[in-house]
């Protein structure tokens, strides 16, 4: 069984680990994340979606951009529960920058109670949009003590989201319908992902970024990079009824920001087109592996390029289902498998050291906000409260659940590990480890490395686990 209350003992924890102390890391033993296949025959949906929009005066990515001042679009949670295959299974995308440590926790035990089923059966995903809520609970303990800096999350706006979700996964239950099929497709998206990393010296070490969006024209010239790109679609039929279609895609999904107005962003424009459209199927939306992945060769921060990405977006959403490859579950099966890591923090992280740069009201703001993270991850890991990786196997289909911020290499190795299955990577689930590259990239610098919380080890801790639940 797996841990997730926060005030787990450590006792608990090493009788349900297999510790190795020599790499400071733990990883569930195999017995523990193999999961008892089930027939699919059986298998009923429920959809549910729930406004998040914080109020204004809220903070933004942590804390160190503008606060909301205006409500371009609201913000959404999306999801839906699987029921028929054991305890029910929830998935769910959220419209917010991230949900980290005790933060994604709180959210998945909420939803879960919804559903009268267990945390370890909930993945909860963040879209990234950064003119949203970044949500850690022990970071905002932190700041808050301070009593000069800004808030990292509203807890009461925090916890009437939980109360919310909680009701609305309650109501759904209530009205699911059959399924009977699946169904699978993919469309290429064109200009939209190219890779931050892509300006380097002949040693391989990252000389200068594209970010979000880019203005320079000697980056913009560069090749794409090493991306994904391909959206890929699930979809869930009763008959020829759709009833809901996740979608699964791999960039930051920022156009501009830190302007305070509160947005959804292109991709979540593109969403929301598609919903508009069909109304009677649920359209979920989750952020793949994409870390080091972002529009900045295609964006120069306008409101016109949001436009325009948001058109590229919808147009591969509509490619994906263009063609779908239906399959009658009466002879598949259904499985949900779990696996634990608890991965090393990186050796130059001191608490002290943290606490005291947080401590220093000379500093600017985001030299504060940005540690309080850092100091919170140190604590869990104290704790040691594991990081939840998950999969769905439906038919021939797996639906990857990873956390954080991780680099799209580990989207292109899940689909190695199973080249003959259809499989789907939602990333940027529990935000505590921040960035998370290949340990390959770790000696090449570069801000996602400056900003990864754990030592290169976490690498071969997340594709064992991959491969395992995968598996």
């Known amino acids: 069984m797996a841990l997730y209350?926060?005030?787990?003992?450590?006792?608990?924890?090493?009788?349900?680990?297999?510790?190795?102390?020599?790499?400071?890391?733990?990883?569930?033993?195999?017995?523990?994340?193999?999961?008892?296949?089930?027939?699919?025959?059986?298998?009923?949906?429920?959809?549910?979606?729930?406004?998040?929009?914080?109020?204004?005066?809220?903070?933004c990515c942590g804390g160190w951009i503008k606060p909301i001042e205006v409500v371009d679009d609201?913000?959404?949670?999306?999801?839906?529960?699987?029921?028929?295959?054991?305890?029910?299974?929830?998935?769910?995308?959220?419209?917010?920058?991230?949900?980290?440590?005790?933060?994604?926790?709180?959210?998945?035990?909420?939803?879960?109670q919804g559903a009268g089923t267990t945390p370890d059966r909930v993945a909860v995903h963040c879209v990234h949009q950064h003119n949203a809520p970044m949500a850690c609970l022990e970071a905002e303990r932190i700041v808050a003590a301070e009593g000069d800096l800004p808030h990292i999350v509203m807890v009461d706006f925090f916890n009437q989201c939980l109360d919310n979700g909680r009701t609305a996964v309650e109501k759904a239950i209530k009205q699911a319908r059959p399924v009977t099929h699946i169904g699978t497709g993919q469309g290429k998206v064109v200009g939209v992902a190219s890779n931050r990393r892509v300006s380097r010296d002949h040693d391989g070490k990252v000389l200068a970024m594209r970010g979000s969006a880019c203005k320079d024209e000697r980056l913009i010239a560069l090749d794409e990079g090493l991306i994904d790109p391909y959206l890929k679609t699930v979809a869930f039929f009763d008959g020829d009824q759709k009833l809901a279609s996740l979608h699964y895609y791999a960039t930051h999904p920022m156009s501009y920001y830190a302007d305070g107005r509160c947005s959804s962003d292109f991709v979540g424009l593109a969403r929301k087109q598609r919903q508009k459209e069909e109304p009677g199927c649920q359209h979920v939306y989750f952020t793949g592996c994409s870390g080091n992945v972002a529009a900045g060769k295609y964006n120069d921060g306008s409101p016109a390029a949001r436009q325009t990405l948001t058109k590229r977006v919808y147009d591969g959403l509509v490619a994906s289902e263009a063609k779908l490859d239906r399959v009658d579950l009466k002879s598949a099966t259904i499985a949900w498998k779990t696996a634990e890591i608890l991965p090393p923090p990186r050796s130059s992280l001191h608490a002290e050291m943290i606490a005291q740069q947080i401590a220093t009201k000379t500093n600017a703001v985001v030299n504060r906000n940005r540690p309080s993270y850092m100091l919170s991850w140190l604590r869990r890991l104290e704790k040691r409260i594991p990081i939840v990786l998950s999969s769905l196997h439906i038919g021939g289909v797996k639906l990857l659940h990873l956390p954080a911020e991780m680099f799209i290499e580990y989207q292109l190795r899940a689909q190695r590990l199973q080249p003959d299955r259809f499989v789907c990577t939602a990333a940027y689930g529990d935000g505590g480890?921040?960035?998370?590259?290949?340990?390959?990239?770790?000696?090449?610098?570069?801000y996602e490395v400056s900003v990864a919380f754990c030592e290169p080890e976490i690498d071969d801790l997340i594709t064992a686990g991959m491969t395992q639940i995968l598996s």
């Open 5 to 59: 209350a926060s005030d787990v003992s450590r006792r608990d924890f090493l009788a349900q680990t297999l510790l190795t102390t020599a790499a400071g890391w733990s990883l569930l033993a195999p017995e523990q994340g193999r999961a008892a296949e089930a027939p699919a025959g059986e298998l009923r949906i429920a959809t549910f979606r729930f406004d998040v929009t914080p109020p204004k005066g809220h903070s």
């Open 74 to 112: 609201p913000l959404e949670a999306v999801g839906i529960v699987l029921l028929g295959a054991g305890k029910p299974i929830i998935l769910c995308a959220v419209d917010w920058t991230g949900l980290l440590n005790e933060a994604h926790v709180q959210w998945r035990t909420a939803l879960a």
């Open 433 to 446: 480890p921040w960035y998370i590259p290949v340990k390959e990239e770790y000696p090449n610098g570069g």
